[in-house]
T-cell receptor
Framework: GENVEQHPSTLSVQEGDSAVIKCTYS??????FPWYKQELGKRPQLIID?????GEKKDQRIAVTLNKTAKHFSLHITETQPEDSAVYFC?????????????FGTGTRLLVSP | EAGVAQSPRYKIIEKRQSVAFWCNPI?????LYWYQQILGQGPKLLIQ????????DSQLPKDRFSAERLKGVDSTLKIQPAKLEDSAVYLC???????????FGQGTRLTVV
């Protein structure tokens, strides 16, 4: 089955700096890669996603890149703000007997210091 | 659009007791997921339903966990008997069709003592 690895587990940056979180996946059949943000005590919420037919996608200060050959994808946050502090999860979605299954990484705790 | 509803929000039980969680997905969403999130880890899929049929329960500890989704809408997840290592947040999520956003509920935080 699919296996998703995520690095780093924790990331501390100063406000205004950029942050990069990286994930690798094992199943070349995976074709949908969402990123979720989870604030303390709250539900995970989708912040951006990318499909396998696209190499890069950007939404204001966040962007995601995908390298299908290397089977890795990354989240980039520019001009970080304290409210970006949260745990970020990557996920990979692959076909399993005709249905999609979301497999999550272990998470990255991002701390943005003022 | 109403979100995914889960209850209860918190539950504390003693080991060997039983517990049940309830989930009401977003109206019209055919796919329903139950995830277990242990503190400091990513969500781990326990079971996935498509309408009222199970499509993946490979990581569900079937000797103690069970789940059902009657009529393809609401779902319940049960643990009987509970163990200390079952302490976690149980997240329910739903999606409308393949390759699209999964919406999560607030989760149920279970503490087994």
């Amino acid at each position: 089955g699919e296996n998703v690895e995520q690095h780093p587990s924790t990331l501390s940056v100063q406000e205004g700096d950029s942050a990069v979180i990286k994930c690798t996946y094992s199943d070349s059949a995976s074709n949908y890669f969402p990123w979720y943000k989870q604030e303390l005590g709250k539900r995970p919420q989708l912040i951006i996603d990318i499909r396998s037919n696209v190499g890069e996608k950007k939404d204001q200060r966040i962007a995601v890149t995908l390298n299908k050959t290397a089977k890795h994808f990354s989240l980039h946050i520019t001009e970080t703000q304290p409210e970006d502090s949260a745990v970020y999860f990557c996920a990979a979605s692959y076909q399993n007997t005709g249905f999609q299954k979301l497999v999550f990484g272990t998470g990255t705790r991002l701390l943005v210091s003022p | 659009e109403a979100g995914v509803a889960q209850s209860p929000r918190y539950k504390i039980i003693e080991k060997r007791q039983s517990v049940a969680f309830w989930c009401n997905p977003i109206s019209g969403h055919a796919t329903l997921y139950w995830y277990q999130q242990i503190l400091g880890q990513g969500p781990k899929l326990l079971i996935q339903f498509q309408n009222n049929g199970v499509v993946d329960d490979s990581q569900l500890p079937k000797d103690r966990f069970s789940a059902e989704r009657l009529k393809g809408v609401d779902s319940t997840l049960k643990i009987q008997p509970a163990k200390l290592e079952d302490s976690a947040v149980y997240l329910c999520a739903s999606s409308s069709y393949m390759n699209t956003e999964a919406f999560f509920g607030q989760g149920t935080r279970l503490t087994v003592v």
